[in-house]
Nanobody, 121 residues
């Protein structure tokens, strides 16, 4: 089970940190990702971290502004979002899979329920 938190309303230029808490004892084996869906748009990839955080990848639209990290001891993955823009407004979803490619390709097995991020201009 994946549970996101940390969403909210923030002004443009501000920051938020999303958290995703995972249940289960094998969290450290999973590749983790963040995705988002804005109203009227397709779900899109945001960031991913390999099981040991040795590899990360980001969507071009968030590179240099967002950072994914994980704490395997706490079974938690984070998404630090800085310099937020109104176009970052969306529901953000945490996802997990044993396969890196499935996460990167938007086909992870496990999904959270999402947390709303709204950036005002």
């Amino acid at each position: 089970q994946l549970v996101e938190s940390g969403g909210g309303l923030v002004e443009a230029g501000g920051s938020l940190r999303l958290s995703c808490a995972a249940s289960g004892r094998s969290f450290s084996s999973y590749n983790m990702g963040w995705f988002r869906r804005a109203p009227g748009r397709e779900r899109e990839f945001v960031a991913t971290s390999s099981w040991n955080a040795g590899n990360t990848d980001y969507a071009d639209s968030v590179k240099g502004r967002f950072t994914i990290s994980r704490d395997n001891a706490k079974n938690t993955v984070y998404l630090q979002m800085n310099s937020l823009k109104p176009e970052d407004s969306a529901v953000y979803y945490c996802a997990a899979d044993l396969s890196w490619s499935r996460v990167r390709d938007g086909r992870p097995t496990y999904w959270g329920q999402g947390t709303q991020v709204t950036v005002s201009s």
